[in-house]
Nanobody, 122 residues
Framework: QVQLVESGGGLVQPGGSLRLYCVAS??????????MSWYRQAPGKERELVAL???????NYADSVKGRFTISRDNAKNTVYLQVNSVKLEDTAVYYC??????????????WGQGTQVTVSS
């Protein structure tokens, strides 16, 4: 059974930092066959892409988080990270991990995690 399990969320003060983790399990093929992303959804808003790291290691970020968030991956550990720095009140949301097949064998396959809550408050 394929699973993406996020952790690391919590309550943080404005200007603080968090590190989010997404651990993958049950994949038939190595995680390097997948583009990995972090999305977030704030109350009353649509889910939005925060950061993406391709199977080849290329990264892309939403304008709202550039310079503050860093996505990385360790395929050997089946883990994707999101380093969240200089948090703002508007970063409050549920953060979701997403895997999308990036190779001929895995294309068309995609998976979501259950989410981890990040709350920014003073």
């Amino acid at each position: 059974q394929v699973q993406l399990v996020e952790s690391g969320g919590g309550l943080v003060q404005p200007g603080g930092s968090l590190r989010l983790y997404c651990v993958a399990s049950g994949f038939a093929l190595s995680l390097w066959n997948y583009d990995m992303s972090w999305y977030r959804q704030a109350p009353g808003k649509e889910r939005e892409l925060v950061a993406l790291i391709s199977a080849g290691g290329l990264t892309n970020y939403a304008d709202s988080v550039k310079g503050r968030f860093t996505i990385s991956r360790d395929n050997a550990k089946n883990t994707v990270y999101l380093q969240v720095n200089s948090v703002k009140l508007e970063d409050t949301a549920v953060y979701y991990c997403y895997a999308r097949g990036a190779t001929v064998v895995t294309q068309g396959n995609d998976y979501w995690g259950q989410g981890t809550q990040v709350t920014v408050s003073s």
